[in-house]
């Protein structure tokens, strides 16, 4: 037993202090009959050497996460992560401690999840960010009841169809048993594949809580935020903006000066491996005014007892721990690493190189576009892009078959999320493609088109 | 900032620590300037491919009216700067891997380090959501295994790996009642939960649209039969109840609960937070559990992170299986798929399939330990605890006399004594360089300690905290002021947390 | 050892570590217990496949005669215990990463990261060096491309990569200036010297069999062509000189140095310890050099490891190129092979291919930085020395008036006007967070404080430590005893160095 | 430039705080001819996941270090490394600190080796150990040196020709410049492939300095080194035993026990990766009356001013700092880290699982030598073994290739340095070969013998 301490004569020494003949006496007051069926039926421990070998074998079988160029998006994004990041979570001191209850002996992690909460302020351009949520979709779904909390007579809650089906289902689950709230689907127009504003005008009523935007939505599509935003107010809403791909926070008008009161999103591309899509970070942010509504933890600055500056925990009053089912939310443990991994990265990357870092991703993904325009690949949708845009194919499958076969993972079709989009691929390019790798791409659609 | 402005801001924040001697001068910082603090307009951390010609090939790209021209108040620094920075943040934390860390209810064990290093294998670190499953198979099947093994550990039938936390475990287990009671055609109100539950249970009641009942424990610290039988009525979906419960104790008489729930319709929903008491030692599917939720993060030895990420899977007995959120995956032809055709699914809790990376890790530390491993790791557990309570009893008695597991909840009477409070006892702790318990929970027992020693903490540093604590209770008779003003050894003292939530600043911000 | 012993040993280095203020009781250990005493009998670290049946029968295989019993004292741990150990243990040092390190001659620069990812890949870790070259064509490639990289970084025709540090590059010189030499028939035995030269130069001429005639240094700091003429005869086999010079002055009269000793037989040793000042500045080939040996460990940018592993290629004109050392590789047919036939090598230093892992690393660096870049590093090294140099010169003179380079060597007049030694103001510096120059060298200055603060650290570091320097100062001037008991604020006071040579105790010793 | 933090602005307030207009300015001292030819003809720097990439690419053109079932030693061993060895030296406090001048603040550094050192001395038995030196051949080297130092009046140095080729090569390049000493080749007998004794009896005379054994030797036979010792002893001279399989030492008499005088070895059995061959780790130990020869770092015990047990360097007066051109040795830089490598490694092993893991080495090679007799494939040398051992092959290249055919390295052919070996293999087997692969190789040397 590696990992237990434990010799004979410890557990001799031990166990006659407590009184007992063996460990079992421990847990004679447990119920017979469970402990006589208890026996847990797996194999018996491992070597280290056997282990680690077993789970590299696993590794190996997942030929997709090596062994094709990848234009895949749709929520979480290739980005090529510095090692320093991996220097930085990998310490032992970050990543075996608890959250920061004892904020004397935590001050490593008080400090980056309030430089953390500053970075997230500033590119989303609001006044409070929180500690991390899980992800982007359950902050989106958190962020509604965030909503309804500031404004607890309105009921109707307009989602854009255009936000990653994930996200949409997750609120849908989140807002499911309250029974309080009317989730409407906001459409999109087929040709910009941005929200389509007429509708919303028809939602804009004293009913409505609040409309829900991706920004960039899940076409890729840059949202026209500022008219959306107004659209909400005049109804006295707010306006929720989510984001799945923060970089394009770096370039892109950001929510809060578009007139947002609550944007969240998906922090992955801050710095964390896709690692089949978890853990990853969710962000969210919003007005100072509306800071004791937030779920989530939150990080201030104090003093010591005497007078250096310190950060700690603060306004637990919103959590479980204090107000328990009158909580702003049930999230305890949250995603403070991969909060810190993305503190590191916005630190590493800085203030021009996150910006040249979106903009190599725009200019790429606009090439890719243009290319396979020229090579007779119609683009869906006239709206503008960031990283991500949707193709109109003949036959998807059998184009992303084709492709396969030449080592590319082209896309996502988008059939079983919009049938209506049957035919549609959502491509994404970031700085990890080559303009090789972008050219075999076009060739294999072109082909399949 | 011009250059002295910078460098000022940067030392702001240094504090001459004490020396040794009071002879000796206040010596130089050990304070670290915020990021921010340490920036300096121009300078880079990452050579970039584009540059700047890139940047404004964007902004044409996309037109003015979309874009931003600057991210004001960003920070720019070095590499070796980043690096340095968060490397002496990091020497600011305790941590498990460090510290003796027995905080009651987070089971800080310890974190193999070769979980880490099968989370980052490119096989698994590289691996994109939407990979094709049949590129994936690896993923898939590291998946169904970790899926079965949790269901073997647990005694359920079916366990869904998707919540990123016991929280949101507790979520999806409420929801999946609530979804089969409205299959059923009606909706109970309410859930009953103990006075010592934890916070989370409660709040997740709430979001899941349920009422809380609460139920007193008895006099003997445990959760009688007879008591739920009292609030139980048609309104009544379910119990929620950590087993061992926070005092640490078997709930004796959870099977004659589990029975007068089923009897009535209702159902028990295990909070599996303190399961490490509870390996190989009794399943919460054979308790009559009609739920369990796990903390990879506490039972299963993935790293706490500073608060995450975890993973809560949530396992379940068969008939509830249909109810479980999405993702599910299946067999077919031999090859594992997702199944997307769950009518009855309560949906989903988050993007994606879960927080895969934990459960590599989890799963790394269910193949080391085996399943002999595991019962092992339960009973060191629970004679840490029952050697901590029994050596500690003179001053810190237990909080109950009935037998507790893996845990212990001590209480003293110093605050009535000499005005040392529990709190201060903590911070007393940090300064022999052991993290304290968890303090004031639960909330039924009076300036409680709740302490969790693991079983990964050997005999010699239970035997120096065993000491400590001896020592503290003597210092705080003999000068209770030094320890009220305790921690005195680190690079800060006390920190108040009154003016942090009085008047918040929770951001930074350029002068 | 019984229980209660070793619970006394493991605590018995514990030290109580002082509160911030006086009334403050001492606090709890920091100090670390050795491994052997925090050992206990029976404890396991490993789980190991096969067991004491395993040990039983490979007794029976190889019999008593060959076999031992036991290996007595030898550690008994857990795997959570040993790596609490020796991050604990961690905590005691200063690194480069964490603190300012201008340590003079050792060019403490930022390790990137990426250096150790790289080195980690399994297709370079893994490698056997037994592997058939046909099987690691990259791993030859990458020796190939590093060995173009050092040549064309210091204007020589040829580089061996095989000497497994700088001591060990010197030797390589030294013997191959023998063996070019005994080719031509006669062998001169003296190798000129510096006075100011590091160490390892006249160890490694005694290694070499040479004599060593030392030059010395003229009144403005450099060696002078005339003090070498004055020396050269013809048994002198080389002159072997840093450039620049531990004054960190860039030898003027090099060429003319060069011309001199080419004139009369002899040969230039470069010691390249101090090429950070050289990169893109100035080529040894190009001042005459026929050899010059590089530490990647310091230029290139690998780790000290707290002293290695290191490594010091060799680099050589071409008429030495057929004495290099094994390995070499050539381009056989396409494909890089080991050359076996070089009758003229001095043969081998070491067994396989040197030090291959700081080679990835160097490589990974020098591709990271480019060609140009590396230009830059040298410029800013520069740059950070004559800052500081210019910075502290009121207090803190420099050595020499004449230009410096990369590194200063300043003095002070604290030691006759207060008693204040070079070495107590080292050891305040500790409290400060910064770790000291090298001090005492070169010998030829007093009390000398070698200052290299490399181009990764910034104008806030370099601020910092300037202003700590004049705040000692003060110091040594108000309170001279307190800075002669420095440090203050560490775990441990100023370490005896005296009674450790004077009674060696060099193992720990089971009681 | 991401590692130099300069901006434009420090640049500027630097140059002017020197009284210099530009950068150039601060080496207009450098004589102008030199800076003209200086500038450097490499590409330019680059970013760095281009970086990682390329040498992704070049570590990926190994196919022999991951895609072959092994069975290569000869020198290097392959045997798992713990992931908590990785762990530790990846510390930034240890990798990125110098030799420890400042005990004050290397007291990680210095107890650590003060740990190895102590390591060492208990498997060998001896009563010193020193930091670490480059790796077992200089080690070897430098032992002779030292036994010079302990006798200066003899000069003949008997090497075992059974000692690893590039270990005698070593030897040769490290004395072949003092001209005082003679090396003497001390054949092997044929048939058991130990020393041959009565060569050795001749030369056990006044001259004799040492004898150089390997334990286990070059054909992983073990040597019997009582006897070796006993011959050289006769003679007055010090007996060398050089070990490159160090695990060999957890089950083998301790070469201290056996009267060894000097033991030296490679260490990167102990934690190291292959890394084609280094950096490794030499160790060297000896009898305390020969402490102040020894060459290399030692760290001793000793207490800080308030009487703290504290670690330093000591004994510094044997090395060059002090001695200059009397230094015991020139080494300075050693192999710190991968001596802190050795010492968790060795930690984590403990006193039982070393020499489990030792078992299983002997067990599964004894066995592979068993199956390939069996297969008709003949053991060469009657000596016992330890993991390693020489088998006799018709056509020892084909064999290699068709093993190499089937992905196996199937063992090192002895015919380049042991003309009289011709046939030869040299076969290595650890924990690491599982049955199957022992199977399997097994299968291919008795179709090739
Ligand atoms: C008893 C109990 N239930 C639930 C939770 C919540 O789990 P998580 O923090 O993983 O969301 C905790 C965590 O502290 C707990 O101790
Ligand atoms: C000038 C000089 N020469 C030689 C050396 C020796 O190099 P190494 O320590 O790599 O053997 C050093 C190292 O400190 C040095 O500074």
Known sequence: ?449 | MATADRLKAARADQKPAAGETQSAPPIAASGVALIFEESSPGRRGVDSGGGADSAKHALELLGDDLCRTDIEGFPELSEPQVLRHFLRLSQLNFGQALQFYPLGSCTMKYNPVLNDEMAALPGFASLHPATPPHLAPGALELIARMEAALAEITGMDAVSLAPAAGAQGELAGLLMIRAWEEKRGKVRRKVIIPDTAHGTNPASCTLAGFEVVVARSGPRGYLEAAEIRRLLSDDVAALMVTNPNTLGMFEPEIQEIAAALHERGAMLYLDGANMNALLGVAKPGDMGADIVHLNLHKTFSTPHGGGGPGAGPVAVKRHLEPFLPHPRIVKRADQWEFDRDRPDSIGRLRSFHGNFGMLVRAYTYILAMGGDGLAQASRHAILNAAYVRKRLEAHFPSATREPTMHECVLTHDLDTRTGVSTLDLAKRLLDFGMHPPTIYFPLVVHGALMIEPTETESLETLESFIETMERIYAEALEDPAMVKAAPHSLKLRRIDEVTAARRPVLRWNAR
Not at chain 1, 403 to 430: H, K, M
Not at chain 1, 434 to 445: A, D, K, S, Y
Request: aromatic share 6%.
């Open chain 1, 1 to 449: 037993m590696r990992f237990i301490p434990h010799t004979e004569a410890d557990i001799e020494v031990m166990l006659k202090t407590v009184g007992a003949a063996q460990l079992d006496d421990l847990i004679a007051h447990v119920p017979q009959n469970l402990r006589d069926t208890a026996v847990i039926n797996l194999p018996d421990g491992r070597a280290e050497a056997e282990v680690a070998d077993e789970l590299t074998q696993l590794a190996a079988r997942n030929p997709g996460a090596t062994g094709f160029i990848s234009f895949l998006g749709g929520g979480y994004y290739r980005h090529y992560v510095p090692a320093a990041v991996r220097a930085i979570t990998a310490r032992a001191e970050f990543a075996t401690s608890y959250t920061p209850y004892q904020p004397e002996v935590s001050q490593g992690t008080t400090q980056a999840i309030f430089e953390f909460q500053t970075l997230i302020t500033q590119l989303t351009a609001l006044d409070v960010a929180n500690a991390s949520m899980y992800d982007g979709a359950s902050a989106a779904a958190e962020a509604i009841l965030m909503a309804h909390r500031v404004l607890p007579k309105r009921h109707v809650v307009a989602i854009s169809r255009a936000l990653w089906p994930d996200y949409r289902a997750t609120i849908r689950t989140y807002l499911s048993a309250l029974g309080t709230l009317e989730l409407v689907d906001l459409p999109f127009d087929l040709a910009t594949g941005e929200i389509d504003r007429a509708a919303l005008d028809g939602l804009a009523t004293g009913e409505l809580l609040c409309t829900v935007t991706g920004y960039p939505n899940a076409f890729g599509v840059i949202e026209p935020l500022a008219q959306i935003v107004e659209l909400t107010h005049r109804a006295g809403a707010l306006a929720i903006a989510v984001t799945a791909e923060p970089l394009a926070l770096a370039l892109l008008k950001p929510p809060g000066a578009l007139g947002v009161d609550i944007a969240v999103g998906e922090g992955q591309s801050f710095g964390m491996p896709l690692q089949f899509g978890g853990p990853g970070l969710g962000f969210l942010a919003g007005r100072s005014a509306q800071v004791r509504q937030m779920p989530g933890r939150l990080v201030g600055q104090t003093t010591d007892s005497e007078g250096h500056r310190a950060f700690c925990l603060t306004l637990a009053t919103r959590e479980q721990h204090i107000r328990r089912e009158r909580a702003t939310s049930n999230i305890c443990t949250n995603h403070s690493l991969c909060a810190l991994a993305a503190t590191a990265y916005l630190s590493l990357m800085g203030r021009q190189g996150l910006r040249e870092l979106a903009a190599r991703n725009v200019e790429l993904a606009h090439a890719t576009r243009a290319a396979l325009e020229a090579a007779g690949v119609r683009r869906r949708f006239t709206g503008q892009c960031f990283n991500e845009f949707v193709v109109a194919l003949d036959a998807p499958e059998a184009a992303l078959a084709a492709a396969e076969r030449q080592g590319i993972l082209a896309g996502i079709s988008l059939a079983n999320d919009y049938p209506e989009l049957g035919g549609n691929l959502l491509i994404s390019v970031t700085e990890m493609n080559t303009p090789v790798e972008i050219e075999r791409l076009c060739g294999v659609l072109a082909g399949g088109r």
